[in-house]
């Protein structure tokens, strides 16, 4: 699996655009980028996933270069509630023995002041 | 939203004891996962089930751990003789088959099952 490295925490003010950016330099041709969400004392939840250029849906974006060895999280004025562990997964998403399994890191916390 | 449920929300047990976390799946989804968090550490990979029988398990499922569907709705993970070490939150997870679009690939989390063993 490919190796992801993310900042450890960030900071930001209500109503700021935050970007997460996630490091994967070994990343394989079938991989593809996921981000997870989790708050304190509660299970992880799928935010967006992709494999090239740029995915939006109405929670994040998600922004992948041409040569795929980076990802950036992108979260549009973020509120008190996004305040939470962010997680960038990079793996084949069918892992040939019938399941999903996910490989999670450490996660960047996210704090977001008022 | 339909939603992964997991009973119960905290368990205390002593070391030795048996215990059995319950969990009940969405109910068109046909892959069941368990995963375990330790205070402040990172989400780890228990095991996978499909089709009535474990895909794929991590190191960390030994004999110690098992895992059932008993019927058509729950998912239960089993540790036998408990340890100290196996205080956690552990999460149950679940996910369409192969196949079914890109949201195919997404796994949905119960709110977990704090356990701590004394």
């Known amino acids: 699996l490919a190796k992801t490295t993310q900042p450890i925490s960030m900071d930001s003010y209500e109503g700021q655009e935050v970007n997460i950016t996630c490091s994967h330099n070994?990343?394989?041709?079938?991989?593809?980028i996921t981000w997870y969400q989790q708050f304190p004392s509660q299970g992880p939840r799928f935010i967006i996933q992709g494999y090239k250029t740029k995915v939006t849906n109405e929670v994040a974006s998600l922004f992948i270069p041409a040569d795929r060895k980076s990802s950036t999280l992108s979260l549009p004025r973020v509120s008190l509630s996004d305040t939470a562990v962010y997680y960038c997964?990079?793996?084949?998403?069918?892992?040939?023995?019938?399941?999903?399994?996910?490989?999670f890191g450490k996660g960047t916390k996210l704090s977001v002041i008022p | 939203e339909p939603e992964v449920t997991q009973t119960p929300s905290h368990q205390v047990t002593q070391m030795g004891q048996e215990v059995i976390l319950r969990c009940v799946p969405i109910s068109n989804h046909l892959y069941f996962y368990w995963y375990r968090q330790i205070l402040g550490q990172k989400v780890e990979f228990l095991v996978s089930f499909y089709n009535n029988e474990i895909s794929e398990k991590s190191e960390i499922f030994d004999d110690q751990f098992s895992v059932e569907r008993p019927d058509g709705s729950n998912f239960t993970l089993k540790i036998r003789s408990t340890k100290l070490e196996d205080s956690a939150m552990y999460f149950c997870?679940?996910?369409?088959?192969?196949?079914?679009?890109?949201?195919?690939?997404?796994?949905?989390f119960g709110q977990g099952t704090r356990l701590t063993v004394v």
């Open positions: 997870a679940s996910s369409e088959p192969p196949g079914v679009g890109i949201r195919g690939t997404e796994a949905f």
């Open positions: 070994n990343i394989a041709t079938n991989d593809y």
């Open positions: 997964l990079v793996g084949p998403v069918y892992s040939g023995a019938g399941s999903y399994q996910l490989t």
